[in-house]
């Protein structure tokens, strides 16, 4: 029914989102009126009569003008008068490729479900409830003994919402952006919200933070009930970015203290998003604990894989939200890192860090200058004799060179890799899938190296990890790592030892292997 639909309107160039949605809820409201007027069993056989009825009744200021004729609408209300506009809703946004809206998993809106059950709230607002309609279908949360206030700021999702939910007293739709101050007087128990991810708001010169996620969330705080929480989706960097995102974080928690934190299980939000994800749940009066999570996915239920709890007063103390270090199974390494009482410096105060160039493959040609790929880095060591060219003026590219002692790290691709730059002629850059970490005289670069590939090391570049599968890491994020401060003699104690057993470890598999070859080549000789 839905595809007829569909095709019928792609057939007379009603394609995007907007125009499908439109004439869907044309021919529902047509059908209401008819329905209203108890005329539905109006022999509607001439298409002039259904299209004056539509003309004079469905109201076309509120929908526009209709892009056909009599014909054209005959043949649409046939096919679309018993859709279940909800529904159709969905799949409509979900074909959208051109907009490109996020479609947000039922079982987030199923937890949050779930916690106002067991909250004993009755009242709460969905925002940009365009995100959530697969969770509106999958939870039929509407038919359960709630008040519900659907927000959206576009025009038509709203009056099909209008219409859908007219039989429903419960539930109420307005209209209204959470990226500005809504003029609303009701307050709410329980609000859900998935701002938009990375945009940067105009808003007043006072304001603390620009960020869509936190000027929404600032937009949302005045319309929580006491004792009420609301359940916001996080990128990551959020939960760790220094600068004005720290300063929010602080006075947020201060403001609507955390509840909980959950991270959510890598590609969620896929196709529209890659990056890793975290729910966080504020509450308009403190809780004695804080709750941390790590979610997984099972069919289609968000259940806890791992969860542990902290002290409000201790998380309160945190410069970050990066809870996954708190989650991490190697959790008493990391405490006795965080604990040593060992000096420990942030990488940004020790060194400058840069991203190298955006190099297409085309650009990939015979020229003298050299680039530095994911590929040249094997077994902590760079392999200079691989590394391709780009045919450039040296002066273009002259931030991007490396340097003799520079440590070099990747932030794309699915494995971390790490080596410290040798020594080589000419001219090399780094290509844009590695940062280059410059230490000034405080930190060894070979020292440094050995820190961030431990356990502990790794596990502190996982936690500023803002893809999921495919690792995607940011120079200024990479920039906030700390790493012990030791004298310079024992750094260079621990890089002489890391160097002579690694030789020893490479001399042995060498023999190994030589011997293995031998004792095989051998028996072969001995086969006949």
């Known amino acids: ?60 200021r509120e929908l526009g003008h209709f892009p056909g004729d009599r014909d054209l609408f005959y043949k649409l209300y046939q096919a679309g ?21 996020i479609i947000v998993h039922s079982g987030i809106m199923d937890r949050f479900i ?56 419960n539930v109420s739709v307005i209209q209204g952006s959470i990226y500005h101050p809504l003029p609303l007087t009701e307050k709410f128990e329980a609000i859900l919200a998935i701002p938009n991810f990375g945009i940067k708001m105009d808003e007043d010169d006072d304001v603390i933070i620009r960020d869509s996620e936190g000027v ?12 009420g929480k609301m359940s916001v989706t996080f990128p990551a960097r959020m939960m760790f970015q220094s600068g004005s995102i720290a300063t929010w974080r602080k006075q947020t928690n201060e403001l609507v203290p955390v509840c909980t934190i959950n991270l959510l299980p890598d590609g969620l939000f896929r196709p529209y998003t890659s990056i890793k994800t975290y729910q966080v749940e504020f509450g308009k009066s403190p809780s004695e604990e804080v ?34 270090m708190l989650l991490d199974e190697d959790q008493d390494s990391l405490q006795a890192f965080q604990q040593a009482t060992v000096p420990k410096v942030r990488l940004r105060d020790v060194a400058d860090i840069f991203r190298g160039k ?48 520079d440590l070099v790290m990747t932030c794309r691709g699915t494995v971390n890799k790490l080596a410290v730059f040798p020594k080589s002629e000419g001219v090399v850059i780094a290509s844009a899938n590695i940062i280059v970490i410059r230490f000034k005289s405080t930190i060894l670069s070979q020292y440094a190296k050995i820190f961030l590939e431990s356990p502990v090391g790794s596990t502190l570049i996982q936690s500023f990890q803002r893809g999921t599968t ?59």
């Open 216 to 227: 929404a969330v600032n937009h949302l705080i005045p319309l929580m009930e006491d004792g």
């Open 291 to 324: 709750h941390l999570g790590r979610l997984q996915l099972q069919k289609m239920t968000l259940i806890t894989e791992r969860e542990t709890t902290i002290h409000p007063e201790q998380f309160g103390l945190l410069d970050n939200w990066r809870i996954d």
């Open 470 to 528: 495919v690792m995607n890491l940011n120079p200024a994020d990479v920039a906030e790592i700390e790493v012990p401060l030791l004298a310079k003699e024992e750094q260079l104690d621990r890089i002489n030892r890391y160097a002579q057993e690694k030789e020893r470890y490479k001399t042995i598999v060498r023999d190994a292997t030589a011997r293995w070859e031998q004792v095989k080549n051998n028996l072969y000789t001995e086969l006949y």
């Open 1 to 60: 029914m839905i595809e007829s639909f569909w095709n019928i309107c792609l057939l007379h160039d009603i394609s995007s989102r907007d125009q499908l949605l439109r004439e869907a809820v044309r021919v529902i409201q047509t059908r209401r009126m008819l329905e209203q007027q108890e005329a539905a069993n109006l022999t509607l056989l001439e298409p002039e009569v259904l299209f004056r009825w539509m003309k004079d009744h469905a109201g076309e």
């Open 358 to 405: 955006s190099i297409l493959k085309q650009d990939l040609k015979a020229g003298t200058i050299r680039v530095l790929n994911i590929s040249n880095l094997e077994d902590g060591e760079v392999i200079l004799d691989q590394l391709e060219t780009i045919d450039e003026e040296e002066r273009k590219v002259k931030r991007y060179e490396i340097l003799p002692d």
């Open 81 to 101: 008068k018993d859709i279940d506009l909800l529904e159709y809703a969905l799949q409509t946004l979900q074909q959208d490729r051109i907009t490109g809206g």
């Open 114 to 169: 779930t916690m106002c059950n067991r909250h004993g709230y009755r009242s709460f607002l969905i925002t940009e409830t365009e995100k959530y309609i697969r969770g509106l279908v999958d939870t039929q949360c509407f038919k359960q003994p709630f008040r519900i206030t659907l927000l959206t700021e576009n025009y038509i999702i709203a009056k099909l919402l209008k219409i859908y939910f007219e039989p429903y007293h």
